[in-house]
């Protein structure tokens, strides 16, 4: 954390009434205290970095674990006895009287939750009021920076190019009469991501016919059913350039393996990409006249499906935040998993994914939207907005 940052940090607090940010964490279960100070090494004690709306941070660091702290600005408070870590830190923060923590009320983000209760009652014990540090994670945690922006462009034109070349295998194996099971295209757009200089946490999806209603579906070798004529074929791939503090690109794109896609997977395609887009305008529509918070835009691309009397099939979030994991630290769009109130800031990626999930068959889309100064931007063209046919 360099000067900068922590100017901008304590101006923020003083700005939002608070006495100051601790953070919190313990055997590395905190990751946002982990990657926010930068904790590499052994971490399997408590410690606390508090950083004051004025004045010099204060590190509360076990004896044994000095070396992952020398690097923080500021302070730094050794203890081995708990004793002792209870007795500094109540003299630290005497005349306290707000702080944020990473607490989230009645458990509704617990993306945010990640202290616990003993350690909440403690520093209340102190006489202070403990607030959600959410929005100060959201402003200082998951705001990407101008080369991670570009990293993540790049992913997407991959993802792209992968996604093109993944139908058309598809096809081609069809054509030729080669088997080509959900297992064999996810291995091929591994292949993808190998060529391309990039990785991935967790495999691509493939999902044939009813496969697909299970949005977290994993083909296996075993188990993998064959793409053959007249199959809805959903694949969502994400993945990033295997470069230090890249961004994930993610992106769901459909195709059917016939010539005339069925009635009823239209209307519901055409329905979730009607979502989708509504959801967009809304935060173009508002982003210079208010502040947009997850939650609504959540609720707006949720009205549109259940409108249409199919709200039961959409199961998930409408999105997830995207950073250097594919489900980053910054606001998700979402008021139906959790309630997630923290605004939309510029530097803020996520993506926009409504789906329709029936027992024989699934249909989804998925967008990366990056707020930028400006407001809302599609970090991808083109926007799928029929089921492509492959023959």
Same mark, same amino acid.
């Given at each position: 954390m360099n000067s900068n940052k922590l100017r901008q940090i304590q101006g923020e607090l003083a700005r939002l009434g608070l006495d100051g940010w601790l953070i919190y964490d313990f055997h590395g279960g905190n990751d946002i205290a982990v990657r926010f100070l930068s904790l590499s090494g052994i971490i399997t004690r408590r410690s606390f970095y508090f950083i004051p709306a004025s004045g010099t941070p204060i590190a509360f660091v076990h004896a044994i674990e000095k070396k992952p702290f020398d690097h923080l600005p500021g302070q730094k408070i050794y203890y081995s006895s708990y004793r002792i870590l209870e007795e500094k830190l109540r003299r630290a923060l005497e005349g306290k009287k707000r702080l944020a923590m990473e607490y989230s009320p009645k458990?509704?983000? #617990?993306? @945010?939750? !990640?202290?616990? =209760?003993?350690?909440?009652?403690?520093?209340?014990?102190?006489?202070?009021?403990?607030?959600? &540090?959410?929005?100060?994670?959201?402003?200082?945690? =998951?705001?990407? &920076? #101008?080369?991670?922006?570009?990293?993540?462009?790049?992913? /997407?034109?991959? $993802?792209?190019?992968? !996604?093109?070349?993944?139908?058309? $295998? /598809?096809?081609?194996?069809?054509?030729?009469?080669?088997? /080509?099971?959900?297992?064999?295209a996810v291995q091929f757009m591994l292949e993808c991501f190998e060529r391309a200089g990039m990785i991935t946490d967790d495999p691509p999806i493939c999902a044939v016919g009813p496969n697909g209603s299970n949005p977290h579906y994993v083909p296996t070798e075993d188990g993998a059913a064959e793409i053959t004529r007249d199959n809805l074929v959903l694949i969502d791939l994400w993945a990033k350039l295997k470069k230090p503090r890249s961004v994930y690109g993610d992106i769901t794109w459909m195709c059917y393996t016939g010539s005339e896609l069925p009635q009823e997977y239209a209307e519901h395609f055409a329905l979730v990409c009607m979502a989708r887009d509504a959801a967009v305008k809304y935060m173009q529509d508002h982003w210079k006249k208010q502040k947009i918070y997850g939650y609504q835009?959540?609720?707006?691309?949720?009205?549109? @499906?259940?409108?249409?009397? $199919?709200?039961?099939?959409?199961?998930?979030?409408?999105?997830?935040?995207?950073?250097?994991? #594919?489900?980053? #630290?910054?606001?998700?769009?979402?008021?139906?998993?959790?309630?997630d109130r923290r605004q939309l800031m510029p530097g803020h990626l996520f993506s926009i994914e409504p789906g329709l999930y029936f027992e024989d068959h699934a249909v989804r889309t998925e967008i990366d939207v990056l707020i930028t100064e400006d407001g809302p931007e599609i970090t991808q063209t083109p926007i799928q907005q029929e089921v492509a046919l492959l023959f």
């Open positions: 458990g509704r983000l #617990p993306y @945010i939750g !990640k202290v616990d =209760a003993g350690t909440l009652e403690l520093i209340q014990s102190f006489g202070i009021e403990v607030v959600t &540090s959410a929005n100060l994670v959201a402003r200082f945690d =998951a705001c990407l &920076s #101008p080369e991670q922006i570009e990293s993540h462009r790049e992913a /997407i034109a991959h $993802l792209f190019e992968i !996604k093109g070349a993944t139908f058309s $295998l /598809i096809k081609r194996r069809i054509e030729t009469g080669n088997k /080509i099971t959900e297992y064999d835009v959540d609720d707006v691309c949720r009205a549109i @499906i259940t409108h249409d009397n $199919l709200g039961n099939y959409f199961t998930h979030r409408t999105g997830h935040s995207i950073a250097e994991d #594919p489900h980053g #630290p910054g606001p998700n769009i979402d008021n139906l998993e959790t309630e």
